[in-house]
Nanobody, 126 residues
Framework: VHVEETGGGLVQTGGSLRLSCKASGDTFTNQAMGWFRQAPGKDREFVATLMWIGGSTYYTNSVKGRFIVARDNAENSVYLQMNDLKPEDTAVYYC????????????????????WGQGTQVTVSS
C-alpha cells in the first residue's frame, strides 16, 4: 500500500493550506485515514483522523475549530483543510492509513496506522 501526501508549503500566520492524501493498493481495506505532524526537536503527534465507516472525525485540541479532515473525491483519499494557521503549526505533516489491526478506540495512536506517507512540510511564518 502506498500513501502519498501533497499540498504543503509556506504560508503567513492566519492563512490557509489544504493537504491531500491518497492511499492505494490492491489489498487495502480502509479503516481510517489520519494526519500526524512532527516539529523540529519534538515527537510526532496526532492531528486529526477520519474513520472510514461512519465518518467520525477526531482532532487534537490545538487544531479544533481550525482544521477539517474529510473525504476527497478519489477512492481512499482525504484532505486536511488547515485554516487560521499559526507558527506553532509548523511541522512535517504525515498522512497515515489504518486497515483494521486494532480497535477503533486507538485512533489517536501512531501504532493504529499501518501505512505512512513520506511527509510534507508546512511552514507558517509570523
Amino acid at each position: 500500500v502506498h500513501v502519498e501526501e501533497t499540498g504543503g508549503g509556506l504560508v503567513q500566520t492566519g492563512g490557509s493550506l489544504r493537504l491531500s492524501c491518497k492511499a492505494s493498493g490492491d489489498t487495502f481495506t480502509n479503516q481510517a485515514m489520519g494526519w500526524f505532524r512532527q516539529a523540529p526537536g519534538k515527537d510526532r503527534e496526532f492531528v486529526a483522523t477520519l474513520m472510514w465507516i461512519g465518518g467520525s472525525t477526531y482532532y487534537t485540541n490545538s487544531v479544533k475549530g481550525r482544521f477539517i479532515v474529510a473525504r476527497d473525491n478519489a477512492e481512499n483519499s482525504v484532505y486536511l483543510q488547515m485554516n487560521d494557521l499559526k507558527p506553532e503549526d509548523t511541522a512535517v505533516y504525515y498522512c497515515a492509513a489504518a486497515q483494521g489491526r486494532y480497535s477503533d478506540s486507538y485512533w489517536w495512536m501512531a501504532m493504529f496506522y499501518d501505512f505512512w506517507g513520506q511527509g510534507t512540510q508546512v511552514t507558517v511564518s509570523s
